[in-house]
């Protein structure tokens, strides 16, 4: 059984820097696509970024540039660093784990909630002005 435990929320002024990570016990990294998403109140639960168990990675438009997911194999966790923040970035940021497919089909896929299987409780990032 999976579990996936994400870590690293937090209140910070606007434009500081987070970094949130994602792990737990039956996780392997080369095994699963994960992804980050976010939702805040009254919202959609919306994509931020995926990475594939090879490396490829996938970011909504919008986050290019000041978010950046990345892995660690030795120690099974993925790893969103976030910069220039801003308060419309408030939100609860969850992980989710897809059992790996092929980069490829992840392209258009990868924003959709549907297709992850494991999901983390989520922590709160907030953002002050």
């Known amino acids: 059984e999976v579990q996936l435990v994400e870590s690293g929320g937090d209140l910070v002024q606007a434009g500081g820097s987070l970094r949130l990570s994602c792990g737990g016990p039956g996780f392997i990294v080369d095994k699963f696509a994960v992804a980050w998403f976010r939702q805040a109140p009254g919202t959609e639960r919306e994509g931020v970024s995926c990475i594939t168990s090879d490396g490829n990675t996938y970011y909504a438009e919008s986050l290019k540039g000041r978010f950046t997911i990345s892995s660690d194999k030795a120690k099974n966790t993925v790893y969103l660093q976030m910069n220039s923040l801003k308060p419309e970035d408030t939100a609860v940021y969850y992980c989710?784990?897809?059992?790996?497919?092929?980069?490829?089909?992840?392209?258009?896929?990868?924003?959709?909630?549907?297709?992850?299987?494991?999901w983390g409780q989520g922590t709160q990032v907030t953002v002050s002005s």
């Open positions: 989710a784990a897809s059992p790996a497919h092929t980069s490829s089909w992840y392209t258009k896929l990868w924003g959709s909630k549907n297709i992850y299987d494991y």
